[in-house]
């Protein structure tokens, strides 16, 4: 019954082979047409070792087999983040061609990280980066990568932030401080706090107003406390709990003034730039030195993505470029390496799925879409605020609805949120706000429909 093992089995086109790309594409297809995708849930480690250890063995348990594992015991174990009733933390929401097209990037082999090795990838990557770029206001000469996601984007930003001011103050004669420090919100992305530990870099936080906007003079404030020691600002642009959009206009006159980077955290919220009714909340964005945008968050496409813009890429390029001899025939040229830009070197080339995608459908569908979730959750937030025992916490911004079912403890929160998934009705797990539980909806599917929404308030009742 064994097959004896042989170099190429693996790789040959043989009818095993054949019949094992059959099994996934069969059940790829059948994932992305699902017309009900199940919610699911977790399952515990013991139970899951019950019902799926022993795969891993000398000869394999075979292609049907691993697969019927995956799709009857381990997928049902995962849950399905583009559930229309999956509101927690971020959702997703890729498109069908983007979900699609994904399935080609990981067929074609692509280095992505190099121009001689991917330059069509890259071209096509680049399209949408200046698209983007344009969308926020950034000059012609802006440019990026996509990297894994936001963390990795924010944490190459502030890279090539310190390494820029680093070398200014070679240049300058100027020693550097003792301690480098960003300057951030209270309200801002625990990656920011990631980054400042990687980096080994202090955080200073200003303080934001009572409805958790950063404005210009609270940076102005801090950028007096630390001086030069300030190397960048983050601002950012819909934050993840409320989808508060800070006052960027006034910390980018605050940064242009004073000669610091400034950074734009857009993980979540800066989708919503591409909607005229919200694009005047980000008044400023055009001044940022760097912005990141998840694609994988509110651009609908597959994890995982973030899209890394810099006004001038190639102070990216000289703090990120590595150097190695087996690499200096790709870095000695002058092309366009996306390796350069962040924190990575082999690279996938994960801006596919969002270009093919917005060049199957084209950009106002995009446009359409993240104008849904707004609406849909400011409808939702005036349902609750004519709800008896529910209260909303803040107006939304953005597609973010923060509200609290009056009297409930946070034990009280979490009964209620378990049965919830339990029923595979929704998964909405409580947040805190100023120490106290609450409830949120992040809305990102267009699949995600009002009366959805309306039968889980009422299981508050
Ligand atoms: C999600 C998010 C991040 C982190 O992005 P990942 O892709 O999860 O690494 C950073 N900042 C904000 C504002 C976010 O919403």
Redesign the pocket.
């Known amino acids: 019954m064994t097959e004896t093992p042989s170099p190429a089995r693996m790789h040959a086109l043989s009818d095993e082979t054949r019949a094992t790309v059959d099994v996934v594409l069969d059940y790829a297809r059948r994932r992305a047409l699902y017309e009900d995708v199940p919610l699911d849930k977790p399952l515990t480690p013991r139970d899951l070792a019950r019902l799926a250890s022993g795969s891993i063995t000398p000869a394999g348990i075979g292609a049907r087999r691993a697969a019927a594992l995956f799709e009857n015991v381990l997928a049902p174990a995962c849950v399905s983040t583009d559930h229309p009733g999956y509101l927690s933390f ?1 959702p997703s929401a890729p498109t069908k061609a983007s979900i699609a097209f994904d399935l080609i990037v990981s067929a074609s082999a692509i280095y992505g990280g190099s121009w001689m090795e991917g330059s069509g990838a890259i071209f096509a990557e680049n399209e949408v980066l200046h698209w983007l770029a344009g969308e926020f206001g950034l000059p012609a000469g802006a440019g990026g990568v996509f990297v ?7 944490l190459s930003a502030l890279v090539a932030a310190r390494d820029a001011a680093r070398r200014r103050n070679r240049e300058a004669g100027h020693p550097d401080p003792a301690r480098w420090v960003v300057v951030c919100s209270a309200e801002a ?1 625990s ?1 920011i706090a990631s980054a400042a530990e990687v980096m080994d870099v202090d955080i200073a936080k200003a303080i934001p107003d009572a409805a958790g906007r950063l404005h210009g003079d609270a940076v102005a404030a801090a950028l007096e406390v630390h001086g030069d020691a300030v190397f960048a600002v983050v601002a ?1 642009g ?3 709990n409320f989808g508060i959009v800070d006052d960027i206009a006034s910390i980018a006159a605050v940064t242009t003034e004073r000669g610091v980077w400034l950074h734009i ?5 800066l989708a919503a730039m591409l909607v005229d009714r919200t694009r005047l909340l980000f008044a400023g964005v055009e001044h940022a030195d760097s912005v ?1 945008v ?1 694609p ?2 509110w651009l609908f496409a597959p994890f ?1 993505a ?1 899209a890394l813009l810099y006004r001038d890429p190639s102070i990216g390029l000289r703090a990120h470029t590595q150097k190695a001899e087996y690499l200096d025939t790709l870095t000695d040229a002058a092309d366009w390496n996306p390796s350069d830009l962040g924190v990575q070197l082999t690279r996938r080339a994960r801006g596919l799925p969002l270009w093919y995608s917005l060049a199957t459908y084209g950009t106002d569908e995009y446009r359409a879409a993240i104008t849904y979730g707004i609406d849909l959750a400011r409808r939702i937030a005036d349902e609750i605020e004519s709800r008896e025992g529910l209260s909303l916490v803040r107006d939304p911004q953005l597609s973010v609805v923060v509200f609290r079912r009056d009297g409930w403890t946070l034990a009280d929160y979490q009964a209620w949120s378990e049965r919830l998934l339990d029923d595979q009705h929704g998964f909405v797990v409580p947040s805190s706000h100023a120490g106290e539980p609450v409830l949120r909806f992040a809305i990102i599917s267009p699949l995600t429909t009002f009366e959805l929404l309306t039968s889980i308030l009422d299981t508050l009742a």
């Open positions: 971020i894994q996601g936001g963390t990795i984007g924010n992305h990656s950012t819909g934050t993840t955290d857009g993980a979540y919220g990141i998840d994988h968050k995982d973030c």
